[in-house]
């Protein structure tokens, strides 16, 4: 019979935080402990009503070392962190140094040499960093890059990747509208894109930023196998004006020479299997990470140049 696994958690009033309760919850593991400044966690009753609650890190890292120190089966072993971007690489490095292994939300870090210390912080500790990369999951995925593997090797793939996810006013206002916080929209919204391109289409060769602002952006990639024109907004209106009259405020569109990838269904229980994946030693790790956060990082410092190279159809409508 599998031995219990014992559960802190770091950000537990963020969105993502229900995702990662209900994935312990499911893989029959216990949440023992909670932090997050904010106190609007009553979510936590429906997944582990007994877990400790803390809204100051300093009483919530003194019961996570207490608990190290007294042994007796009651140690952390993960420690799940759904904090603000820019927090993750500090939290990741709480977790190693209190002897658990780190699960991370997307994005790991928001920049590429963050990951240069946290391998030496693994070597250290003896403990693991994770991540959810669920994509790398979803059945439709892993079938186009099996596809992809068994074509031709040199063939380039043509990709028109579109991601609207409408946001209100309150969203420039939060933190994740300081690119110095959240990274930018690329990195908030679209790095799992940019992971599930790198793992699907194979080594990064090109990459170009078209526009960057602070609602959406847009650009080209070219990959091993694939040319990527891109876009990602925030705003509703670069919904397509059809969806957006019927009330849709999200738009997503992946196509690869011309045919569209349908992977909509099949999200609902991605961070259950990352978990049960993580669990069985089999979870993405730092080096996983290293091509989607360096993309991101390029398209955030990157000065954008509107005419090099091909330029997504949605941009169009931006003149």
């Known amino acids: 019979m ?33 932090f997050d400044p904010n ?16 809204t100051e890190f300093e009483r919530f890292d003194r019961h996570v070392d207490l608990r190290r120190r007294a042994g007796n089966g009651g140690q952390i072993d993960y420690v799940s962190i759904c904090s603000p971007n820019y927090l993750h690489d500090s939290h ?46 979803h059945p439709a995925i892993i079938a186009l890059r099996e596809r992809v593997r068994r074509g031709p090797r040199d063939h380039k793939h043509e990709v028109d990747l579109a991601y609207v996810t409408s946001r209100g006013h309150w969203y420039l206002q939060s933190w994740k509208g300081d690119p110095k916080k959240s990274g930018g929209i690329a990195t908030n919204i679209g790095v799992h894109f940019f ?17 960057s ?42 196509t690869v020479d011309g045919e569209e990838i349908e992977f909509s269904g099949g999200f609902t229980d991605l ?16 080096e996983e990470n290293r ?18 190279g091909d330029a997504h159809p949605f941009l169009q409508r931006q003149a």
């Open 39 to 54: 106190d609007s966690v009553g979510v936590i009753d429906s997944h582990f009503p007994n877990a400790d609650f803390f």
């Open 92 to 137: 990741m490095r709480f977790a190693l140094r209190s002897g658990a292994h780190a699960i991370c939300e997307k994005p790991l870090v928001l920049n590429p040499w963050n990951i240069d210390g946290l391998v030496e912080i693994e070597r250290e500790t003896g403990k693991r960093v994770n991540t959810i990369l669920q994509l790398r999951l």
């Open 213 to 254: 602002t602070e609602t959406k952006a847009a650009g080209y990639l070219e990959y091993e196998n694939a040319r990527v024109r891109w876009f990602l907004s925030v705003d509703v209106e670069d919904v397509p004006a059809a969806q957006r009259e019927s009330g849709q405020r999200t738009y997503r569109s992946i």
């Open 271 to 286: 961070h259950d299997r990352s978990y049960e994946e993580i669990l069985a030693g089999r979870g993405f790790g730092l």
């Open 291 to 308: 091509v989607a956060i360096d993309t991101v990082a390029t398209i955030r410092n990157g000065k954008p140049a509107p005419h090099a």
């Open 195 to 211: 992971d599930m391109l790198h793992y699907i289409f194979g080594a990064l060769q090109i990459n170009v930023v078209h526009l």
């Open 2 to 34: 599998p031995i219990l696994k014992n559960f802190a958690l770091i950000g537990a009033a963020g969105y993502i935080a229900p995702r990662h309760m209900q994935a312990i919850k499911a893989t029959g593991n216990r949440l023992l402990a909670a």
